[in-house]
Nanobody, 119 residues
């Protein structure tokens, strides 16, 4: 069974930094794309950042220049370095991975980690 496990969330003051990690177990193959989404109550889940298997990143406009996504040396591991955090970055952050096969695309989600930016 494929599992994605996030870690690194927490409470931080505005202007501070956090580093989120996402590790995978139970997956024999490499994911094509891995990324981070976030969601606040009453709003749709939104893409924060994603990175392709070739290492090309894509960011939400509001986090460009503040967040950095990277693949780890371990297979199917990603990180999100979040700097200059703002209160509006407060959300539950989810790791998502996509596996592409000849039969179709399969999405996997982690359970989420809370990030709270507050003084």
């Amino acid at each position: 069974q494929v599992q994605l496990v996030e870690s690194g969330g927490g409470l931080v003051q505005p202007g501070g930094s956090l580093r989120l990690s996402c590790a995978t177990s139970g997956m024999l193959f490499s994911f094509e794309t891995m990324g981070w989404y976030r969601q606040v109550p009453g709003k749709q889940r939104e893409l924060v950042a994603e990175v392709s298997s070739s290492g090309i990143p894509n960011y939400l406009d509001s986090v460009k220049g503040r967040f950095t996504i990277a693949r780890g040396s371990a297979k199917n591991t990603i990180y999100l370095q979040m700097d200059s955090l703002k209160p509006e970055d407060t959300a539950v952050y989810y790791c998502k991975a996509q596996w592409i096969t000849t039969l179709g695309k399969y999405d996997y989600w982690g359970q989420g980690t809370q990030v709270t930016v507050s003084s």
